[in-house]
């Protein structure tokens, strides 16, 4: 009933860009929150940012300054906008979404991964 369609991943070089975007698309009702998660081989899945309904914004530390996350609630869109990139996140990107369906309850839903490589 909902899907997390991502894209815009790929291979850079460090110190390089990427912008990523995540459409939800379904019986969606409202969204509450929209965020990126990612997982390196052999790590647990750890966030990178989130951005609520209000554009409360939280990022890991290890990202600030260098990345950006909005949104488009019209297109229920999400973006994460990736600047001077390092080795360090390459990863699997994965969208989430906590939102409410419509004659359903409110619940977390993922997309299926993007690859970022940050190599040379």
């Known amino acids: 009933q909902v899907q997390l369609v991502e894209s815009g991943g790929g291979l850079v070089q460090p110190g390089g860009s990427l912008r990523l975007s995540c459409a939800a698309s379904?019986?969606?009702?409202?969204?509450?929150?929209m965020g990126w998660y990612r997982q390196a081989p052999g790590k647990q899945r750890e966030l990178v940012a989130t951005i609520t309904s209000e554009n409360s914004i939280n990022y890991a530390d290890s990202v600030k300054g260098r990345f950006t996350i909005s949104r488009d609630n019209a297109k229920n869109t999400v973006y994460l906008q990736m600047n001077s990139l390092k080795p360090e996140d390459t990863a699997v990107y994965y969208c989430?979404?906590?939102?409410?369906?419509?004659?359903?309850?409110?619940?977390?839903?993922w997309g299926q991964g993007t690859q970022v490589t940050a190599s040379s």
């Open positions: 989430n979404a906590n939102l409410k369906i419509y004659g359903g309850t409110r619940n977390v839903y």
């Open positions: 379904g019986s969606i009702r409202s969204i509450y929150a």
